[in-house]
């Protein structure tokens, strides 16, 4: 990296504030190719950059600050912790910097400094980061319902399809069918709940008036309180039928709406307008305009001995194990990018060994319930478990720990193995590419890479997971990064030395990026599964 220099300089009466940091190039950037950093000064402040220099997300920075007194100097609103010192007459302090955002960032000496625009050396935040959002909730969904259906096999959903929108789309279809038609039944056959309603009324409207009614009436007193029995068609029953059919056409809604891929779908459509007219049918039944509240299960006697109800309390539960999201979206607002890659990648590994071996998911990915996030379970005990048609099973586990190995425990991103074959393959799925400039130029061959260091980490991935115990044989058939290449370079990764490396010594790099090609990451899949089922037939056979 080359040495440190001065990116950006500001004077406030107060301060003097310098960031000091490497020279780096944007993600296409040619030599000699300089981006001007757009900056404006704020308050009383006055700026100096050199030509030629921005910031970035990724980079750490160091930043100096020289004052009269001590002072506080905000990023966005929040206080930076500094370390300060005296120097003579001088309070000095300095602090690394990493901005890890993308957009205007507001540095500040107490209220005078400037407004930076910060740049991004990898994928199109924007747009990248929401077509991940909406590929893993696809994935989530598409995965869930070939467990689903794998579970409830007279529903024969066809398997032939490799599209999990498709598959999860025709899973749906067969599930609202039984759905809206048991809800139909129940609402027909639950019988009507008789309430008793405490009543202040006239004595000449009892039916059946007591003796001290008749004693209070000559003292005076003509009104008396009465019990009434009434016959209620609104059941705490048919209340939550009618939260559920509300709580089911509010989410295919905003499937419709949450990508451009599945808008103006006449399948899903059919379905939604289905929902739609069975919820005012229903309502109107009963005269009520809106549902209030979300359905609950009930768990009142009625509910678990009628038939049709039970039946619908269990379409209900498939549908909260992942065919829907269990709130309005697994993301809502900003999300560390660097962990949403590593699950976008996870979940894109479970399906291509799910399409390319043929095979059952009959144990999808953990993943959390929060309404308003996603967090997968990692280890061996919450693997994705894929069954082959010969008896096999393939486990596909996020950071899985290798411990008691001769030297220290290794725990990667990805593993993916045939239970009982020994051989794995790592994945190590990286959002970084780069930064140091002496190794860009040596190994970039005029494309972005991951880092050097990632290369690293796979040699000692595929030299320390060995067998627990004598002769410590290797364990490790390829570990491989996947990282951001941006779509316009992926063709021009096959002559990399990065991805040659991987068939000489079975390690290197991949690019795996949303709406890019796959073909990369599906030929390694297709490779794996290909070989160790010829070494598995040739184990038989000796």
């Keep these: 990296m080359r040495p440190s220099g001065e990116i950006l300089r500001l004077e406030t009466p107060n301060a003097v504030v310098v960031i000091l940091g490497p020279t780096v190039k944007t993600i296409g950037e040619s030599e000699g190719s300089g981006v001007r950093m757009p900056v404006y000064s704020m308050g009383d402040a006055t700026i100096y950059s050199p030509e030629g220099q921005a910031l970035y997300d990724d980079v750490t920075y160091q930043l100096q600050i020289s004052a009269r007194k001590r002072v506080e100097v905000t990023l966005g609103h929040r206080p930076l912790r500094l370390h300060w010192a005296s120097h ?62 794998h579970l409830l096999n007279p529903m024969d959903v066809s398997n032939d399809s490799l599209d999990l929108w498709s598959y999860w789309l025709a ?10 038609g048991d809800i139909g039944y129940a609402w027909r056959t639950l019988p009507p709940h008789l309430r008793a309603e405490d009543q202040v009324t006239r004595i000449e409207r009892l039916k059946k008036p007591q003796g001290r009614d008749v004693r209070a009436f000559a003292r005076g007193n ?19 039928l009618l939260q559920l059919l509300q709580d089911v056409h509010r989410r295919l809604r905003r499937i419709e709406a949450s990508a451009p891929e599945v808008a ?32 609950i299960i009930p768990v009142s006697p009625l509910a678990q ?14 549908l909260k194990r992942g065919l829907f999201p269990d709130g309005d979206s697994y993301f809502v607002g900003p999300k560390d990018i660097s962990q949403l890659y590593e699950y976008w ?62 030297t220290v425990a290794q725990q990667p991103d990805h593993v993916v193995q045939i239970e009982g074959m020994g051989s794995v393959v790592i994945f190590d799925a990286k959002y970084r590419f780069e930064l140091d400039d002496g190794n860009f130029k040596h190994y970039g061959e005029g494309l972005p890479i991951p880092p050097v260091s990632t290369i690293n980490s796979m040699h000692q991935y595929h030299d320390a997971i060995v067998l627990s115990r004598a002769p410590f044989t290797r364990l490790v058939d390829r570990a491989i990064v996947l990282f951001p290449l941006p ?15 991987i068939n000489a010594v079975g390690v290197g790099a991949i690019p795996l990026v949303p709406g890019g090609s796959d073909k990369y990451l599906r030929a390694e899949i297709q490779r794996y599964l290909t070989e160790n089922a010829i070494s598995k037939q040739e184990s038989d056979v000796d």
């Design 222 to 240: 003509p009104r008396f309180s009465a019990t009434v029995l009434r016959w209620e068609s609104v059941t705490p029953e048919r209340l939550y």
């Design 88 to 149: 003579g007459s001088l309070q000095v302090a300095t602090s690394p910097l990493t901005f890890r955002q993308v957009g205007w960032a507001e540095l500040l000496v107490e209220d005078d400094g400037a407004r930076i625009q910060v740049l991004s050396r990898k994928m199109d935040y924007d747009t990248d980061y929401q077509a991940m959002v909406y590929d893993l909730e696809n994935q989530v969904r598409g995965l869930t319902a070939r467990l689903v259906s």
């Design 345 to 406: 990648c996870y979940l894109t590994i479970v399906r291509m060994v799910v399409e390319e071996s043929g095979g059952d998911l009959t144990v999808k990915p953990t993943t959390s319930v929060h309404p308003q996030d996603i967090s997968l379970g990692g280890g061996k005990d919450s693997a994705a478990r894929v069954e082959l048609r010969d008896g096999n099973t393939i486990n596909i586990m996020y950071q899985r720990l290798f411990s008691g190995l001769p």
């Design 305 to 318: 001995s009628h038939p049709a109800m039970r039946r619908v309390v269990r379409w209900h539960r498939l």
């Design 487 to 501: 779509r316009e370079h992926i063709e021009q990764w096959e002559e990399h030395r990065f991805y040659r490396s």
């Design 171 to 180: 899973l749906l279809e067969k599930l609202w069918e039984d759905l809206a």
């Design 264 to 295: 103006g779908n006449r399948r899903l459509a059919a379905i939604t307008q289905s929902s739609s007219w069975l919820l005012r049918t229903l309502s109107a039944a009963v005269e009520m305009e809106r549902v209030v509240g979300s359905p």
